[in-house]
C-alpha cells in the first residue's frame, strides 16, 4: 500500500507527458564481438519477454533504424567495457541519436555490460550510458536488485568467472533488468 502511494505522483506525472494505452515496445540495442554482449541481451530479452503486453526488439546496433529507435517506449543498451569506457561503436550509435526537439524525452533507459575482469570499469560504463540518456531527457532505471542498481553487469575473463560464457549469476541480472524496465512500460501505458 504504501509502494501505492509513493508512485501514485509518478504515474500523473507520466500520464502528463503522454504515456498511455497501448502495447509498449522495448528495444533492446547491443554492441558484442565476443558474443558475451549478445549473451547478456538476450538474457535481457528473456526478462522483459516475461511480461505480457510488451513488444520486445532486440537487434544489434548497427540494425537499429532511427524509426525503431523513435518508436520505442523504452530503451537498453548493451556495451562491452573498452578501457573503461563505452566500446566506441556503442558510444558512435548514441552520438548518432535524433536530438533536435529531444524526440527521445520521457522514453524508459537502462543499461547493461559486459567486462573481462573486476574492477576493470562495468560500473563507470553503465553510468555513461545512463548519463548520456539523462542528456536525452530520458527516464533511467537500474536493476532489480542492489546489486545490480546501475543496470546488469557481467565479469566475463578473471577467475573465478572465466568459464568462455556468461555466468548464470549475471545472467539473472540481465532478466531481472529487463523484467523491470518491461514492467514499468507496462505500468505507464496504462
Do not use: C
Not at 505480457?52 to 529507435?69: C, F, N, W
Request: aromatic fraction near 10%.
Amino acid at each position: 500500500m504504501h509502494r501505492f502511494f509513493l508512485l501514485l505522483p509518478l504515474f500523473f506525472l507520466l500520464s502528463f507527458f503522454g504515456y498511455g494505452q497501448g502495447q509498449p515496445t522495448v528495444l533492446i540495442a547491443y554492441y558484442s564481438q565476443s558474443g558475451n554482449t549478445k549473451a547478456m541481451a538476450q538474457a535481457v530479452e528473456e526478462g522483459a519477454k516475461s511480461v505480457a503486453g510488451v513488444r520486445v526488439l532486440m537487434l544489434s546496433i548497427d540494425q537499429v533504424s532511427t524509426k525503431e529507435l523513435l518508436e520505442a517506449d523504452a530503451i537498453m543498451v548493451g556495451s562491452p567495457v573498452y578501457n573503461a569506457n563505452v566500446a566506441p561503436a556503442v558510444q558512435g550509435f548514441i552520438n548518432a541519436w535524433p536530438f533536435e526537439g529531444r524526440p527521445l524525452k520521457n522514453k524508459l533507459g537502462a543499461a547493461f555490460v559486459t567486462g573481462g575482469g573486476m574492477s576493470i570499469g562495468e560500473e563507470l560504463v553503465q553510468l555513461n550510458l545512463l548519463h548520456s540518456m539523462l542528456i536525452h531527457g530520458m527516464l533511467v532505471l537500474g536493476g532489480a536488485e542492489t546489486e545490480a542498481a546501475f543496470g546488469a553487469s557481467a565479469i566475463t575473463g578473471e577467475a573465478p568467472f572465466q568459464t568462455g560464457k556468461v555466468e548464470e549469476q549475471f545472467l539473472v541480472k540481465g532478466r531481472g533488468l529487463g523484467k523491470r524496465v518491461a514492467e514499468m512500460a507496462v505500468f505507464l501505458k496504462k
